[in-house]
C-alpha cells in the first residue's frame, strides 16, 4: 500500500518503509499510515528499515506516529529496526536520537 499526498509520500518496498517530502499531518491521516507500518511489522520480517533520507519535514503528529511505530516494534523483538536519517536535515538531527530512548536496540543511522 502506497500513502501520496500532494506534499509527501509513504510507501512499503521489501521491507524498506520510506517517507518523503513534507508532512504537515492532521488526525486524518494518521490511521492509515499507523496501519501501513502496524501491517510491515505483523509481517515479522527479520529487519526493517525506515529511510527518512528525504523526509524534509515532519510535524508533531507525524513524530507521535513515528514514535509508536519504534513502541511497537519494542514489542517485536525478533524484528530489527533500523533507523536510517539525514543529518543535514536540522529536525532528523534533533529529534530521531530521542527514538533510541524508547527503545535502546534500534539501530539509527545519520547519512
Known amino acids: 500500500m502506497d500513502i ?8 512499503v518496498e521489501g521491507t524498506d518503509l520510506y517517507f518523503s517530502g513534507v508532512m504537515r499531518l492532521e488526525n486524518k ?4 499510515i499507523t496501519a501501513l507500518v502496524r501491517d510491515l ?4 520480517p527479520p529487519a526493517i528499515t525506515v529511510r527518512l533520507f528525504d523526509l524534509e519535514f515532519l510535524n ?3 513524530r507521535n506516529i513515528l514514535a509508536k511505530l519504534v513502541i511497537e ?3 517485536h523483538p525478533e524484528v530489527r529496526l533500523v533507523v536510517r ?3 543535514n536535515i536540522a529536525w532528523q538531527e534533533r529529534a530521531l536520537p530521542n527514538l533510541k530512548k524508547l ?3 534500534l539501530v539509527l543511522l545519520m547519512d
Open 73 to 75: 516494534a519494542r514489542n
Open 60 to 62: 508533531s503528529q507525524g
Open 29 to 32: 491521516a494518521a490511521p492509515e
Open 4 to 11: 501520496k499526498a500532494d506534499e509527501y509520500s509513504v510507501w
Open 103 to 105: 527503545y535502546p536496540d
Open 41 to 44: 511489522l505483523n509481517s515479522r
Open 85 to 87: 536519517g539525514n543529518s
